[in-house]
């Protein structure tokens, strides 16, 4: 199974291939297809298991294609946690 099978952007999947990285670990491949469709998850595993890469790769899965007016939202919050 590739990144790309489990949902993972293309361009991101080729720059997965230029560090190396060709298949996915078994956290992302459990997380990868609900987190980049939304759902809520939940992924627990061992320092270097792929956790922070799972969450990555959905994250910008998701926003791949958003214009910058979709993005004022985040960008809001993002502000408003940064004055905290």
Known sequence: MS???LGVNAALT???HTFGIEKPFLIQKATLPDAI???DILGRGQT???KTL???LALMTRLTG???AS???LLQMRN???EI
């Open 3 to 5: 990144f790309e099978d």
């Open 14 to 16: 080729k720059v997965l």
């Open 37 to 39: 469709a939304g759902k």
């Open 48 to 50: 270097g298991s792929g």
């Open 54 to 56: 799972a969450f990555g």
């Open 66 to 68: 958003r214009t910058a």
């Open 71 to 73: 993005m004022r939202p």
């Open 80 to 82: 408003q946690l940064l």
